[in-house]
């Protein structure tokens, strides 16, 4: 099993430029997550799912947005990008055990708006 | 969902045992704690989880006390690949509070030989 895998691992883009960041996951997880962390910073969730063809904000969902049509794919966009998404972007999955969650992360897409 | 609060930063030599703290003073009923690492340019990855007294596997140990406000992450004759930053999480694992998930900004743990 890959797990979960992003794509791209690197982008630059200009100010007013968009992009679309793919998450896929192989473990027929429900839950999907977006995180961004920056230097020196813990993890913040922008968007996150519990199910296909749902979506909810997080903490700081202002300048994205996502799309989950297929239970393995969580997509972030973005559709005008800013400096202050300079980030590192980590997706996530996880399953549900009774009480208990796990969260398992992708390898991070690291994002540079100039 | 309950908030964490856990040090900055934590220093240690290879081969002696680290305790990591967690404060979480408003944990509810139906909350378990759970305790991730994340080396450098790598996404965080699942430690261990608990809901009260001791939980250990073969990375690490968890202990709660009984009031559960705190918890305190051991991990046993760190070496430096310990080296890495720990988070404290608190939370129900609910479709319905995941939009408050909080990571904080974990606890930097240097191991020096």
């Known amino acids: 099993n890959a797990g979960v895998t992003q794509t791209p691992k690197f982008r630059v883009l200009k100010t007013g430029q968009s992009m679309t960041l793919l998450c896929a996951q192989d473990?027929?997880?429900?839950?999907m997550y977006w995180y961004r962390q920056d230097p020196g910073m813990g993890l913040r969730l922008i968007h996150y799912s519990v199910g296909e063809g749902t979506t909810a904000k997080g903490e700081v969902p202002d300048g994205y947005n996502v799309s989950r049509l297929k239970k393995q794919n969580f997509l972030l966009g973005l559709e005008s990008a800013a400096p202050s998404q300079t980030s590192v972007y980590f997706c996530a999955s996880s399953y549900v055990r009774g009480r208990l969650y796990e969260q398992y992360f992708g390898p991070g897409t690291r994002l540079t708006v100039t | 969902l309950a908030k964490t609060t856990q040090p900055i930063s934590m220093d240690s030599y290879e081969g002696q045992e680290v305790n990591i703290t967690c404060s979480h003073n408003?944990?509810?009923?139906?909350?378990?704690i759970t305790w991730y690492q994340q080396f450098p340019s790598q996404g965080p990855r699942f430690i261990i989880q608990g809901y009260k007294t001791k939980v250990t596997n073969e990375v690490a140990s968890l202990f709660i006390p009984a009031d559960r406000k705190s918890s305190t992450l051991s991990l046993p004759r760190v070496s430096l690949s310990d080296t890495a930053v720990y988070y404290c999480l608190v939370g129900d694992g609910r479709g319905s509070t995941l939009g408050r998930l909080y990571f904080g900004r974990g606890t930097q743990l240097t191991v020096w030989p």
């Open positions: 408003n944990i509810a009923t139906n909350d378990y």
């Open positions: 473990m027929n997880h429900e839950y």
